[in-house]
């Protein structure tokens, strides 16, 4: 079956940047919707960011003017460019491909992103 897998998590200073990616298996799967979830130690997941399939984008307000979610041409890989990083955005991040109303969606193992101060 379709298999997420992200990567570009590490640690960061305050105000540094990261890029995660998504990348989806499956030779005909594609990430048509998808977003990006975080967890914090002792906090329940929230969404950061999501990517509809026509490419309309939300984001929660902790992050909008800083994060953006994006796509390949292939619909392949989904990453998420993360800039002006605080320590709040310290959490286990999670991409998510939403397969529709009728069908469960898939999920990655995680990437931590530590920010320092």
């Known amino acids: 079956q379709v298999r997420l897998v992200e990567s570009g998590g590490g640690l960061v200073q305050a105000g540094g940047s990261l890029r995660l990616s998504c990348a989806a298996s499956?030779?005909?799967?594609?990430?048509?919707?998808a977003g990006w979830y975080r967890q914090a130690p002792g906090k329940q997941r929230e969404l950061a960011a999501f990517?509809?399939?026509?490419?309309?984008?939300d984001y929660a307000s902790s992050v909008k003017g800083r994060f953006t979610i994006s796509r390949d041409n292939t619909r392949s890989t989904v990453y998420l460019q993360m800039n002006d990083l605080k320590p709040d955005d310290t959490a286990v991040y999670y991409c998510?491909?939403?397969?529709?109303?009728?069908?469960?969606?898939?999920w990655g193992q995680g990437t931590q992103v530590t920010v320092s101060s």
């Open positions: 998510m491909s939403d397969n529709g109303a009728f069908r469960p969606p898939y």
């Open positions: 499956g030779s005909f799967f594609r990430l048509d919707a």
């Open positions: 990517i509809t399939s026509s490419d309309s984008t």
